[in-house]
């Protein structure tokens, strides 16, 4: 199969779960980090509601300590296609001190992300929320269901995910559910950039190598953005050419040295590398702050 074709398929695959997704729901929403995977996700719907605007909000989890340059983007593409955006910050963990440099990541990641997902979706009583998430991204994904069902408090247990035969997908919920699709389970890495690559679609700048301030952490690099980033002893603001292969907040989110200017060279250098691409994020650690011990809890 040629690599158009691949593409094709799952573009195919990703619109008809949107369409069925949204047919089923009552009061659906798009969950919008503003990195790569959910601006696939939200091309794509608005490619499957084409030439109706998009038919939900679409959410995104604010906690404060996006790179600047993630915000930016979002409001201009907001404006651009006329999205219904919200912006869902946990003030009271805010106003309580919470942060990634004060906290531990697993502490931080709860308030700040998972305690804020929860009230944004039980707040807006939305029952469908579609995320950008893959199975090949981390171990934990790949026991996810397209339509993954979560039980009152938005508490994931895999043991209770129903089987999807013949691709069939069943958004019936009993009182307190409600449920996580995730459209594009079936895409790789490689597929998003090629996707991203055939489509034009467009990205936060931070995924291109540039010259940005960085620190070496603990042996990840970490972009300097403002300020609030309070050096450890020895630690020395360096300049060296890096691009992010995954965004969030950019105290936990390492980047990598790269040449890589333009997509078509990213995908060269995803086709070469072995390495994943969440090897910098310290959010996705063992025990206690694991992947799978925050989609417990609610977590995306």
């Given at each position: 199969?040629?690599e ?54 679409v959410?995104h ?11 930016t983007?979002?409001d ?12 869902w910050?946990?003030?009271?963990g ?35 929320a ?6 090949d ?5 790949a026991?996810?269901r ?23 997908n069943?958004?019936?919920l ?12 079936n ?30 952490r ?25 691009r992010f292969?995954t ?32 090897q910098?994020?310290?959010i ?17």
């Amino acid at each position: 199969m040629s690599e158009r074709s691949v593409l094709d398929e799952l573009e195919a695959e990703s619109v008809h779960i949107l369409r069925d997704a949204v047919a089923q729901a009552k009061r659906p929403v798009l969950l919008y980090s503003v990195g790569k995977d959910s601006s696939v996700l939200l091309h794509l719907a608005r490619k499957a509601f084409h030439p109706a605007p998009v038919p939900f909000p679409v959410l995104h989890i604010d906690t404060t300590w996006n790179p600047h340059e993630m915000i930016t983007f979002r409001d201009a593409l907001v404006a651009r296609y006329g999205l219904d955006l919200i912006a869902w910050i946990n003030h009271e963990g805010l106003d309580a001190g919470y942060s990634p440099i004060t906290h531990p990541s697993d502490v931080y990641t709860d308030v700040m992300l998972t305690q804020a997902l929860r009230a944004a979706l039980d707040h807006h009583r939305f029952d469908l929320a579609l995320g950008g998430a893959r199975r090949d991204e981390e171990r934990s994904r790949a026991k996810e269901r397209v339509f993954s069902v979560r039980g009152p408090g938005h508490v994931w247990d895999p043991r209770r995910q129903r089987p999807e035969l013949w691709r069939l997908n069943n958004a019936r919920l009993a009182e307190g559910e409600t449920v996580r699709v995730f459209p594009l389970s079936n895409w790789t890495e490689l597929d998003v950039w090629r996707y991203i690559e055939r489509e034009g679609i467009p990205l936060v700048p931070l995924y291109l190598a540039e010259e940005r301030r960085v620190i070496e952490r603990d042996g990840t690099l970490i972009m300097v953005d403002d300020d609030r980033l309070v050096l450890r002893e020895g630690e020395v603001v360096e300049h060296r050419r890096v691009r992010f292969r995954t965004l969030g907040c950019y105290p936990l989110s390492g980047c990598v040295e790269s040449t890589a200017t333009t997509v078509d060279a990213i995908v060269r250098e995803i086709e070469a590398s072995s390495l994943s691409e969440r090897q910098g994020r310290l959010i996705d650690g063992e025990g206690n702050a694991s992947m799978e011990a925050k989609k417990r809890e609610g977590y995306f």
